[in-house]
């Protein structure tokens, strides 16, 4: 048994032991120098789990920074890598704002690659149109398009020929219009001349109506300033400038018949205008030339085929 003063000289003795190894502890942590980051991390720690009411050690991990920093470092590189992998190989990154669906991607390599081909078909399309026109004009075609290579026949062998098949083609048309014009004369002369027609114009004829020569009305010259009139009441369907007859005006008459005016200095009238029988529709203009007389051109159309007008009007 101790006595109170040994309790109390023993508890002093424990203090002072305690202070002193305190104070030494200081000094040497004081005194030590600071560690480099090498040997620092080779430095173990220890991380107790304590009970809160018996202090009994429940868990211990002991570590040291070398490890604790490769360990994070490994799992932020893992983190990452499930990450990067769940947003590319899952539906999840089609959640991401302005990522396009798998659908409209699918869209769009579709729309690009139907792009493409139009642009090649357009390609080929245009090689074709253009050495079909020199070919129609008696030209060698510059460029083939390209197509399967033909085995049998060298594109080198082919030899172009020229044929007027375009000169004979014309020739019909031409020959279908005069017969359109002789079948249905009869018929013209029927009508035209069942209906008074007042001359254009008071001047002479200077060129007769010809269809051979693709006149299809008369020519009449007067004086500088004269007046062109109507030949029928009508609707004016056209009044304009045109590069080959200057200004032109064309009247719609009744019974399908059509009149026109052309190679006039000035128009009187607009289209949609009413016009009667004898009316100034428009101003004669200038000769081709100083010294010819100012001229103008008068032709009388029956259902789409032109008449020749010196059968219906008696001119100057």
Excluded: C
């Amino acid at each position: 048994m101790f006595t109170t003063e040994e309790t109390t000289i023993n508890d002093e003795i424990l203090l002072t032991l305690q202070d002193n190894d305190r104070f030494e502890f200081m000094n040497d942590t004081n005194n030590k120098a600071p560690k480099k980051l090498r040997e620092r991390l080779k430095d173990h720690y220890r991380v107790v789990v304590y009970h809160d009411i018996t202090y009994h050690a429940v868990r211990q991990l002991r570590f040291s920074l070398r490890r604790f920093y490769l360990m994070l470092i490994l799992l932020i590189i893992l983190i990452s890598s499930a990450s990067i992998a769940l947003v590319a190989f899952t539906p999840i990154r089609e959640l991401i704002p302005g990522f396009p669906s798998s659908d409209l991607r699918n869209n769009i390599i579709k729309n690009a690659l139907a792009v493409d081909s139009l642009e090649h078909e357009i390609e080929i399309r245009d090689k074709y149109f253009r050495d079909f026109r020199r070919m129609l004009a008696g030209d060698d075609p510059i460029e083939v398009a390209h197509s399967k290579i033909d085995t049998v026949v060298k594109i080198e062998d082919i030899q172009f020929k020229k044929f007027n098949h375009d000169s004979i083609f014309k020739e019909k048309i031409k020959e279908d219009k005069e017969n359109l014009s002789y079948k249905d004369s009869q018929s013209s002369h029927r009508v035209m001349g069942s209906v008074l027609l007042f001359s254009p114009l008071k001047g002479k004829v200077k060129a007769p109506y010809d269809i051979h020569k693709h006149h299809y009305g008369v020519t009449l010259t007067a004086a500088k300033g004269s007046t062109i009139f109507a030949t029928l009441d009508g609707t004016v369907v056209f009044s304009g400038y045109t590069m080959d007859a200057k200004y032109v005006i064309q009247v719609q008459h009744d019974n399908n018949i059509i009149s026109v005016y052309r190679h006039s200095e000035e128009l009187l009238k607009h289209v949609g205008d009413k016009v009667r029988a004898g009316e100034a529709i428009a101003i004669i203009g200038d000769g081709k030339t100083k010294k010819d007389l100012p001229y103008m051109d008068f032709e009388l159309w029956y259902k789409g085929v032109a008449v020749d007008p010196q059968l219906y009007i008696h001119f100057e």
